[in-house]
């Protein structure tokens, strides 16, 4: 069995608070997130899927830091860095916004939560969202404290989630509704728990807001859902890319614009509030996209992990595109992909190339998400 010592890159390399306990329940491998350790690998990650679709995962995911925005303009400060209309954003919720740069290029798409009047977190995608928002802010001539706070998020995701909730917080933890939060706590663990997750799945979030206090609250959840087939997971690339969900630097980077990423229903270029990148996405939006992400199946023998390089796809001896994500899915029994393509080769039903490590493979634009596309796991109770 691993120790912590086992894993190393350096005293620049954060752990989370949950580093220890996860080391303790199997994590065997490692890999880098915000400038911190993130679990990769409990084992088989087709075991990984199901446990999580059958049962339950409990993920650490304090990589996904949070962007604290408080001061008497955090509202209006907050709005100026989304294109997504939050006018209606009331205290208790959360949405999924993208933050643009002014180019229109997305810089980070992560779930905002809105604790109060003029208080909100970025909860952050992979990338240095801190340094841009306390950038733009110098400038901004608004009020506004911008900072990271001690909190780290675990994800509680699959369909026996809720049951390990209730058995933790409460008969109340029900009425949470999705994209939702509360402020709560845990034998006196200080926590913001959302009906949020990175799995297309029912999930929670739960962030906490005391880090000395990591392991105690990984083995209280841990304890509660055992009776219920918990187990110690990661987030699971099989299920994200069957439910279309999305991964930044991946799937889409800060030479990508919303359009190109069928986002531009979570943005509005016209309302009155100004925001970074407004004018350059409204010159998108009349021009026009030169290329569009799509899904792909790729017909070959199932792949034996996901690509770790973008596969270039062919059409006619010409590069149209690349593969961004690919797995082999053991629900679908079909190999599924993200690629980002010349908007002439995304119809669907068009037949492609893809030029893989094994050789020129064929495959089919397809419809994405791949599974469940209404999003009624997730949504649903």
């Not at 830091?65 to 989304?82: H, S, Y």
């Not at 959360?94 to 779930?111: F, H, R, S």
């Not at 994209?179 to 706590?185: N, P």
Request: aromatic share 8%; proline share 5%.
């Amino acid at each position: 069995m691993a120790n912590a010592d086992d894993f190393g890159f350096g005293t620049q390399i954060r752990k989370s608070p949950y580093f220890d306990a996860t080391v303790r329940w199997g994590a065997k491998a490692f890999s880098v997130y915000n400038h911190m350790y993130i679990p990769r690998d409990f084992g088989d990650p087709e075991q990984n899927f199901w446990n999580l679709v059958n049962d339950a995962i409990l993920c650490d995911v304090a990589v996904e830091r949070q962007v604290e925005i408080t001061g008497p303009d955090a509202a209006k400060f907050m709005q100026m860095l989304t294109p997504r209309d939050l006018s209606s954003l009331a205290v208790g919720q959360c949405k999924y916004i993208l933050i643009t740069n002014a180019e229109g290029g997305i810089l980070n798409d992560p779930v905002l939560l809105r604790l109060a009047e003029n208080h909100f977190w970025i909860s952050l995608a992979d990338s240095d969202i801190l340094f841009w928002a306390q950038g733009v802010a110098v400038n901004s001539g608004l009020d506004v404290h911008i900072y990271e706070p001690d909190v780290s998020p675990l994800q509680l995701q699959g369909p026996k989630s809720g049951e390990i909730m209730k058995a933790l917080f409460g008969q109340d933890i029900m009425d949470l509704r999705y994209y939702w939060l509360r402020e709560t706590e845990l034998d006196g663990i200080p926590l913001v728990v959302s009906r949020t997750g990175w799995s297309s799945e029912l999930g929670y979030e739960i962030y906490l807001q005391d880090g000395s206090r990591g392991s105690e609250l990984w083995e209280k959840i841990m304890k509660a859902g055992e009776p219920l087939g918990l187990k110690p997971g990661h987030t699971s690339s099989i299920r994200r890319i069957e439910g279309g969900m999305l991964s930044y630097h991946a799937d889409m980077d800060i030479d990508t614009n919303p359009f190109e990423i069928g986002m531009d229903r979570l943005i509005n270029v016209d309302m009155d509030a100004e925001f970074i990148g407004k004018a350059a996405l409204q010159r998108i939006r009349e021009k026009g996209i030169a290329r569009k992400q799509v899904g792909l199946l790729i017909d070959c023998g199932p792949l034996k992990a996901p690509n770790t390089t973008f596969w270039e796809i062919i059409q006619n001896d010409k590069v149209v595109g690349k593969v961004t994500s690919a797995v082999y899915s053991p629900r679908l029994k079909k190999n599924i992909a993200l690629a980002m393509i010349s908007i002439e080769c995304a119809e669907t039903g068009t037949n492609l190339n893809i030029e893989m490590p094994s050789g020129i493979v064929p495959a089919c634009v397809v419809d994405k998400p791949f599974y469940d596309p209404k999003k009624s796991i997730a949504i649903s109770n």
